[in-house]
């Protein structure tokens, strides 16, 4: 698929011309030479462009071949577009009709000429299939539309058959017309048949076939139908099936086609009965085949297979008798008396076959006025646009057939394509003028062989084939072939194109038998044998044989043979065939065509046979079209066109032409040095005289693509990325203008709040000695709070710490009851986290401040001095009691001794060099003295009235608080502490007394003064 694309934008590129060739043939610059158009076609044909214009004319070579062109993109890729500005396609064609139709609402109409088996068929199908698929269709159009597709299998099950040439040869000529309403849809259409070639019901050359629908009954019919036709499934059986001996073809499946033909006809709109009817004549064909005869015992001539004639009668409806009476005898009308004679054996087999051929030929047309009928446009929605809908009309007859021996179908078919190549170039010289006065050029007129002589001598009045053949028919006596073509000879003789046996000298001679005559028609010359052609020409059909058919019951027969034609005397008209060429002509006249033609290249396998092209471009008449076409100008463009595909080539006119456009094309060819003779300039049109102008204008602009292609890429990306740079810049603005304004409005929103809370503040500080209210509740509130939050922030670290911020009036009461609450939780958890030992210590040291505090000296740096167990170790890990070294003073002489003091839970002692030397019990200790000043005395005053016991005891020691307290608290009562100021008086002995005398000085001295008294001078720590 790819690959065919890129072939498409190769071609329409013109550069790969040496490869593809060129896709229109005016653009040939040998155009005169025909191995150059051969040689063309043949390129295109290898990579497989079957299509290439002459002008207006489609050449279209026959592929045999799917090459997967018709598909609905291809068919969308072709509407609408300018016909040269793409590829060469049938579907280009078609558009531009249909096109012209509308824009024009002229009727159109597409000729499409080729010989046997070149395709002209399929094409004709595919243009249909585009109208189809392309115009505009409503739901009730669409039924006509398929209707029109199904009209297709119908005709060709009954028209065509297998030929040597084709497995689907058409057998008789058909004009389609398409209606199409204002609006450009299909409303209607309309099928004019020509000349069925009817001789095929009887007889068909080796290798051939006869119409499909015979076999396609046989093979695909139900068996109970076929059993209801008497009919076998067995082709061989029927002697109309086995002439061709070639009953079945690989490339034709009868029984698929019969179900598609069956549904075809139930969508065209047959009726049951009608299909009977129809099915029923199809095998009375068959029947009629069957019918022998015989010599009777009286030596007549009569039917010998009786089981066919009951057949017949049933199926054709007629009485059996009567039928059998007919095909044996037949009718004269002599001196104005009717009479019966009885026919020979060759006449009845002759009537035999005149009566299938006649039955056949009738029902056809049946059908096709059938057909017509389904088609024909019957809405009432539309009978008001009747008067402006337009038609196109599609014409496909067989093609120019030569074979070995030709007949009269032969003779007419191709007088036919005569006629049709006549127009074919009337039609292109006829365009090449309207156009060149149209653009106002002097048209020069050109040379051209004009076929005119060829056709006068067949249709020319009196003097004409046609004519001559006409009245040897009519003529009284007993006209013959030979008499014909003596006749012939007679009149026609020394016509440059008509050749007789009699008539040729003895070089050509040999090339035409007795019974022959040559036409030298413009394809070619093809020999015609007079045999048969009086008999053709006539109505061979006995009237008793027609009156039998005209009396059946049959509806569909009573339909093709009217009763009045029996009744009626007049000898009927000869010359059938006459309406085919008039009808074609003035059709086709009165239409705008369109051409096309196709070539068939290939013979057996799908080779380009170059012989069998050469043959089909000079009978097509191709090179005679392109000579005419070529005549003036090799190619022609709008200005507009011209301009738009060149103007790059051009400083002046790139990018943009300003002016007119003519004016824009002539600065453009003076540019490219184009000289006068090369060119015209018409009024809408620039005409280029020789291709290779052209040529070197194209290979300008290739080389000047490169340079285009950048320019555009360029300018596109700027413009791309500009567009996105200025998206997102835009976008950047819009993101952050709704930033900037969230962010501000948020900030406003918090200064109007603290604007508000200030405010409020400040009337609620000036009313804050008021009682509460609305004026000053916030600021109340906010003391109230900010005083709780500093608590709860900041509360009081330890016990210690006696701070208490100050509280806000109204907070007074709750401030006191806070910080007693506060002080308990704090002692309760200073006291939960207390270490016995540490209690104890506190204990002590309550003990030492009960007693000390504010008296001694030495308190308060006592304070920060542990108490410890003992100062002495030895003793206290011994004993568990206190001991510390301390100086005794004896009572008299107060001589220093040094002593151990030891405190046990009961008593104190005093030891010396581990010698008890005085116990105390607590419970005799009266009280202790000591002195405010920091000095380290004491005096425990023990009763001396007991002699045993020493009396007090004057001691001296270094940690005096702790000892003190240690005694106390192990005596377990309050022993009486008492503080002297300056003196200490002690008991001796019976009633003497000593005194200490403390004072204070720079420094602990302690001396014996003049008065007997102990003199301690202590230094003042706290002043
Ligand atoms: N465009 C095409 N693509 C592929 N195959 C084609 C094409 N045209 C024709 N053929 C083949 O060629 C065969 C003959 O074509 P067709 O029946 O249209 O010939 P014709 O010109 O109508 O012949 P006749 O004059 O005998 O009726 C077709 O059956 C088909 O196989
Ligand atoms: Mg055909």
Redo the contacts with the bound molecule.
Sequence with gaps: KRYREVHLVMESTLTARDRVGVQDFVLLENYTSEAAFIENLRRRFGENL?YTYIGSVLV?V??????EIYSKAHMERYRGVSFYEISPHIYAVSDNTYRAMRTERRDQCILIS??????????SK?ILQYYATTCPVTDHLSTLRDRLLQSNPVLEAFG?AK?L??????RFGKYMDVQFDFRGAPIGGHILNYLLEKSRVVHQNHGERNFHIFYQLLEGGEQDLLSKLGLERNAQKYQYLVKGCCPRVS?INDKNDWRTVRKALTVIGFHEDEVEDLLNIIASVLHLGNTQFGEGKNGENQITTEPQLKYLSKLLGVDGAALREALTHKKITAKGEEMISPLSFEQAVAARDALAKAVYGRTFTWLVVKINQSLAFKDDVYNSSKGSSSVIGLL?I??FEVFQHNSFEQFCINYCNEKLQQLFIELTLKSEQEEYEAEGITWEPVKYFDNKIICDLVEGKHKGLISILDEECLRPGEPSDISFLEKLEDTLGGHAHFVTHKLSNGKTRKAVSREEFKLIHYAGEVNYSVNGFLDKNKDLLYRNLKEVICQSNCQVLSQCFHREEVTDQKRPETVRYTHTHTHTHTHTHSLICHLSV?I?PVKSIRRFDEALVRHQVKYLGLMENLRVRRAGFAYRRHYETFLQRYKSLCPRTWPNWQGRLADGVATLVQHLGYKPEEYKLGKTKIFIRFPKTLFSTEDSLEARRPALVLTLQTSWRGYRERAKYLRIRQAVIVIQSAWRGMISRQKARRRRHAVDIIRKFIKGFIYRHYERCPENEYFLDHQRFSFLMMLFRNPPKSVLDKSWPIPPPCLTEASEHLCRLCMRNMMRAYCRRIQPEWKKQMEQKVVASQIFKDQKDSYPQSVPKLFVASRLSRVHSLTQCYGIAVTKYDRRGYKARPRQLLLTSSFAMLVAEAKLKQRIDYATLRSISVSSLSDGFMVLHVPSEDNKQKSDVVLQCDHLIEVVTKLATMADKKIKVNMSQDSITFAVARGKEGVIDFTSGPELKVAKCKKGHLLVTAPKLNP
């Excluded at 040439?165 to 058409?170: A, G, H, I, L, Y």
Aim: glycine fraction near 12%.
């Design positions: 079957i279209s026959n592929p045999n071949k799917d090459l080729g010989e046997s088996g070149a395709g002209k068929t399929e094409v595919k065509n030929t040439r084709n497995d689907n040869s058409s490339s496909d067989y093609g196709i068939h």
